[in-house]
């Protein structure tokens, strides 16, 4: 599919540079209509559009492909991966950066995922709670196989958050985990970020499974906890500040 036009691209103000051309950038989205699986404007396109450098313009991209919107295809350009809506909630480019950044935004998800487990926990229904059985067993069948199970992680969680009943969780906890795995596998190379939580999960959900919120707040919180542990060791040995 050829790339659509960039009429649309409006050039932006040099304040709060990376956040105005993210928000440019999804205005063009939106207004363009690109759905899943559309090109996005090459470059150079964006680059005489926003009247930006390149440099500016590969940082937004990263921080749009550490989210899951975009996926690059080597050769062939940058393809929406994710619907993008006027509602669409986005994060602060900075949030993947440094170490104070990570345990900041941690405080974020800690709050909202002991949240999201306490209302799976009274909200889920049986066939939600099945979809979380099955997510639950993927991930663990492929952690025993492999040592690690990142993306089969994630996906359990999501099936948690839309347990939650409100479809917020999702969107803004899904950001929050994928910036995560991103910057602690692609710069750092390491996979096994958060390896040492795998042990939790299964009594995540069988609190859930049962009703049982203060449990599922527990195990929440002891899975989060392990993460912080990562990113205080990657910042140590990394001299991350």
Do not use: C, W
Request: glycine share 6%; aromatic share 6%; proline share 5%.
């Amino acid at each position: 599919m050829p790339s659509p036009s960039n009429n649309k691209i409006r050039p932006i103000k040099t304040e709060d540079r990376s956040d105005a051309i993210l928000q440019s950038l999804t205005d063009f989205i939106v207004e363009e209509g690109l759905q899943p699986g559309d090109r996005l404007p090459t470059e150079r396109e964006l680059m005489n559009g926003l009247k930006v450098g390149r440099s500016s313009i590969r940082e937004v991209i990263r921080h749009l492909q550490a989210l899951g919107i975009v996926e690059i295809r080597r050769g062939s350009g940058t393809y929406l991966k994710r619907p993008l809506s006027e509602k669409t909630v986005y994060l602060p480019l900075s949030i993947a950066t440094k170490r104070d950044g990570l345990l900041q935004t941690l405080e974020v998800r800690r709050a909202l995922e002991v949240e999201a487990s306490i209302l799976a926990a009274q909200r889920a229904t049986p066939d939600e709670i099945e979809e979380m059985r099955t997510k639950l067993e993927h991930m663990e069948a492929v952690h025993h196989l492999n040592g690690t199970a990142g993306p089969e992680d994630l996906e359990f969680h999501l099936s948690i958050y839309r347990a939650a009943g409100n479809p917020l969780f999702e969107q803004l906890l899904q950001q929050m985990r994928e910036s995560f795995e991103s910057f602690f596998e692609m710069p750092f190379d390491r996979k096994d970020f958060a390896g040492r939580s795998f042990p939790f999960h299964r009594q995540l959900f069988d609190a859930i499974a049962s009703g049982d919120t203060e449990k599922a707040r527990k195990h929440t919180l002891e899975i989060l906890s392990v993460v912080e542990e990562d990113i205080v060791q990657m910042a140590q040995e990394t001299d991350l500040v």
